[in-house]
């Protein structure tokens, strides 16, 4: 096969399902809650749009979701937990002093998408 040979094509998920959530009151709550997920592990966030958040993606070794990824291009987040962050930071310190680092997803449509969702979603929690 040559290079003339090759195509490359970009083809972004079409929908993106979130099958749990959980809305965290801080940015040091979900840090917590990444560092205990993680066993005390190194853990990040995402930031996009002024929310910061993590995610559990559906593996795609499973047949439902490989087939989901392939015919419809839908991936499935069983958790995402997110917190109000108006103002990127690279790194969220608790009071505990665990400290979480955190990347900035905007240059991303996909994450600010996912981002914006969450926002709104965020408004109509108690």
Aim: hydrophobic fraction near 45%; avoid cysteine; proline fraction near 7%.
């Amino acid at each position: 096969m040559t290079e003339d040979e090759v195509n490359v094509k970009f083809e972004p998920f079409r929908e993106i399902v979130i099958m749990e959530r959980n809305f965290f009151s801080t940015p040091e709550d979900i840090a917590r809650f990444a560092s205990i997920i993680a066993g005390g592990k190194t853990a990040g966030l995402y930031w996009a749009e002024g929310v910061v958040f993590l995610y559990f993606p559906l593996p795609a070794s499973t047949e439902t979701a490989a087939k989901a990824l392939v015919e419809n291009r839908r991936v499935y987040w069983t958790f995402v937990g997110y917190a109000l962050m108006p103002k990127y930071q690279p790194l969220i310190e608790t009071r505990e002093k665990i400290i979480v680092p955190v990347m900035d997803m905007s240059s991303n449509p996909m994450f600010r998408k996912v981002a914006n969702w969450l926002k709104e979603q965020g408004k109509a929690e108690p």
